[in-house]
């Protein structure tokens, strides 16, 4: 198998020396012809596409990707969860914004549908916003790639394995023990794709199905409750009497518990990340991305009715173990809870597993424009056509999250600090949309979301921007850090990327007397790169071959 960091596996596309990015060039040979009228970054998608693994994605691999990705609010703590953020014990306000978050995300979805059919190829947001925010050159694409690599790690699922495994072995550990089960689980998912990326995929569809029949036999227990018929439970219908009695009033706790929902449900953006390896793209994402999404929001919905059936709000807040497995207990005894507790650790296993595998195309798509550091060895797929590098690119925060940040306040502000820069991004991709509705209306659009979705999406997603600056009452967030703190560092987050671009681009040229030149090359698994050169100016302003000096990307 080719060593694709050997640089003698590298063949530049280009012919006849360096190509300039300025040059309108077309071909093989020079700088992406325009995808449906609009340019999208640097490569054509049929080079995109190359190398890898192939289109080796059906619909239900596809549906199941969505769907273990958005199954997270059943693994996760109620003490922490999206389940009561807002409801100060009482169910309506929590059901409700369960209930706005679906809206939301269906709103979403059908932006990203739109989209995605008509550019079917991996990135995601990446791709939408490189076809519409084209000036500056590859600004969008450096603030968006600040945000996916510095918070796209995955941790919390790591750590709610842990826990459960621990629970259902009724064991009592020090938090570094506990920190190094998800180690090992982070190390296992990254191994396990990088080598085996077939069985990876098959044994996320095993994963995904365990979960969906988990939440199933949540919901069915549910209805036995509410039916009066279990012993355990006297009152099924406590938690549902006034159930708005007490709600919070203030916006930023509305806000930030839509953060959490939101996040539950963004398995439906997955599918567009990994576009380049799903068969019949178009037609799989038209099917896939709504009924992934409703599967996952009606079971959701029916199973926080079957969670405030047995117990009331305040009853599972203080239980300080998960809502499903408290749940069990509940209606079956302890024994049953610790079998449920392996059926969750695996169901986070699941959730580690479709992240990880999402992000890393995620990471390997931003190297194939170079605007990473060392893209070459980013971009590669040695040994067995899976994104190795991109993979260990989202190992590297994903062990430094759970091995730096305590478990508690600082862990549950790194999960809030997540959703910020998201929605920020999710505002300009639906603005985009907007923006290439008038730009160009007569490209082709398999799929077109509807005038009053996309408004509401974007309205929104606005709202999730204004809202955490608002101060609560009591002038107390989720944590005991200030409120206003996340949304703060997550403006920070993206603003350190438009710094970088500006360093990479304008500031690092200017200092050094050189031009930034682009050129392709060829990996030796098949994956094509698009990388910058720096060549000095002679002192009449002319570029000499002689003097290029390679560089990653500064």
């Known amino acids: 198998m080719a060593n694709s960091s050997s640089s003698t596996m590298e063949k530049p596309i280009t012919s006849g020396g360096l190509r300039s990015s300025r040059t309108s060039l077309n071909g093989e040979h020079g700088e992406a012809k325009p995808e449906n009228g609009v340019q999208i970054g640097s490569l054509t998608s049929e080079q995109d596409a190359a190398g890898g693994l192939g289109r080796h994605l059906g619909l239900f691999s596809t549906t199941l990707l969505m769907l273990v990705h958005s199954f997270r609010a059943t693994e996760d703590r109620i003490a922490e969860s999206r389940f009561l953020e807002v409801s100060d014990a009482f169910v309506g306000a929590a059901l409700s914004v369960w209930v706005l978050g679906l809206a939301l995300s269906f709103a979403g979805l059908c932006v990203w549908l739109e989209l995605g059919c008509m550019f079917p190829r991996s990135g995601g947001e990446k791709v939408y916003l490189e076809a519409v925010y084209q000036r500056p050159r590859l600004l969008a694409t450096v603030i968006f790639s600040t945000q996916a690599i510095l918070l796209g790690f995955t941790a919390s699922g790591c750590v709610v394995f842990a826990s459960n495994i621990l629970l259902a072995a009724d064991k009592v550990v020090t938090e570094w023990a506990k920190r190094g089960i998800a180690i090992s689980i982070i190390t296992f998912v990254t191994l396990l794709h990088t080598f085996f990326p077939k069985s990876g995929v098959r044994l996320m569809n095993l994963l995904g199905s365990i979960k969906v029949m988990i939440l199933l036999f949540i919901v069915i227990t549910g209805w036995v409750v509410l039916s009066g018929k279990v012993e355990n439970v006297r009152d099924p219908r406590a938690s549902f009497r006034s159930p708005f009695l007490g709600s919070a009033k203030g916006s930023n706790s509305y806000a930030t518990a839509l953060f959490k929902v939101l996040n539950s449900f963004q398995g439906w953006s997955n599918a567009a990340y990994v576009l380049n390896e799903v068969k019949r793209p178009v037609r799989t ?186 101060r609560p009452p009591g002038g107390k967030g989720d944590t005991s850090l200030p409120y206003w703190l996340y949304p703060v560092i997550g403006m920070v987050v993206l603003i350190a990327g438009s710094l970088y671009w500006f360093g990479w681009r304008i500031l690092l040229p200017y200092l050094g007397g050189f031009e930034y030149h682009e050129r392709k090359c060829t990996l030796g698994d098949g994956t094509i790169v698009s990388e910058f050169v720096r060549i000095k100016k002679s002192r009449q302003g002319l570029v000499s071959a002689a003097e290029v000096r390679s560089s990653s990307v500064g």
């Open 285 to 470: 994402l038209k099917i896939a991305g709504p009924l992934g999404l409703g599967i996952c929001g009606v079971l959701y919905i029916l199973a926080n009715v079957a969670y405030f059936s047995a117990a009331t709000p305040e009853e599972i807040s203080q239980s300080g173990v998960t809502v499903a497995s408290y749940f069990i207990a509940k209606v079956f005894g302890r024994t049953a809870a610790r079998v449920l507790s392996v059926l969750i650790a695996l169901s986070a296993l699941g959730n580690v597993m479709t992240i990880t595998f999402a992000q890393s195309r995620v990471n390997q798509e931003l190297a194939k424009e170079g605007v990473i550091p060392f893209p070459r060895f980013w971009a590669s797929g040695w040994p067995y056509g899976s994104p190795s590098a991109g993979l260990l690119l989202h190992f590297i925060p994903s062990f430094l999250v759970i091995v730096a940040i305590p478990i508690g306040d600082a862990y549950n502000f790194i999960l809030d600090l997540e959703g910020y820069p998201g929605s920020v991004i999710n505002f300009l991709v639906v603005l985009g949309l907007v923006i290439l509705r008038w730009r160009a209306p007569k490209v082709p659009r398999p799929f077109k979301a509807w005038w009053p979705v996309a408004g509401a999406f974007m309205v929104g997603q606005a709202f999730l921007l204004v809202a955490p600056f608002l």
